[in-house]
């Protein structure tokens, strides 16, 4: 997993997308430029109960959208603007730090 203030959007990776899951298809290809690379894709899911262990195993969050890409890329995920902003996530540059969830 990689947060990524410099990219708008979240992406996953197609291996880790679990038997039987429902790939959606936009109408038009998106995409972002990340610290791992540049990624375009029409395809996305959305991602349901989502627990981030290493900040605490209580908080679920309900739902995200992902683009799905399958390009070269050690991550399997990078959470986005659009995932930091929707759950609060403070980024402090200075300190080197991420907040999130109290």
Known sequence: MWFDPGSDL????QRCLP?????LLSTKTRGDTTLAGTFNTKR????HNIILPRFH?????DEQNCL???AEC???IILGQDFSSKHKMDINFNKLMLSAFG
Do not use: E, Q, W
């Open 57 to 61: 195993r209580s908080p679920k969050i």
């Open 74 to 76: 050690s991550y399997d």
């Open 19 to 23: 038997a039987g899951a429902t790939r």
């Open 10 to 13: 979240t992406f996953l990776h």
């Open 44 to 47: 996305f899911v959305t991602m």
């Open 68 to 70: 799905i890409f399958n």
